[in-house]
């Protein structure tokens, strides 16, 4: 089970292929491999906030970080 605890661990830690992973894992997104296709910082941060969403915790400072992340992955 992917807790915001784990999330937060693998997002700091720069491990986002796994964080990629774990947010796939079980839905039916999994069966497209994700972490082998986009394995990066970007794909994690958006699967990131859809589960935040999920979790009733879309206004935390972390989904900032994930949002802004998103925001100037184009600028």
Known sequence: MLTVA????LWQTGR??????ELVAGR???RLAL?????G???AAALGL??????G???TPFARELSET???AHA
Do not use: S
Request: glycine share 4%.
């Open 50 to 55: 859809i589960r935040l969403r999920e979790l």
């Open 70 to 72: 998103l925001t100037w």
């Open 35 to 39: 972490d082998q296709r986009l394995p």
């Open 57 to 59: 915790q879309p206004d």
């Open 6 to 9: 784990k999330l937060c661990r």
């Open 41 to 43: 910082r970007v794909t």
């Open 28 to 30: 039916a997104e999994g």
């Open 16 to 21: 986002h292929r796994e964080l990629v992973r």
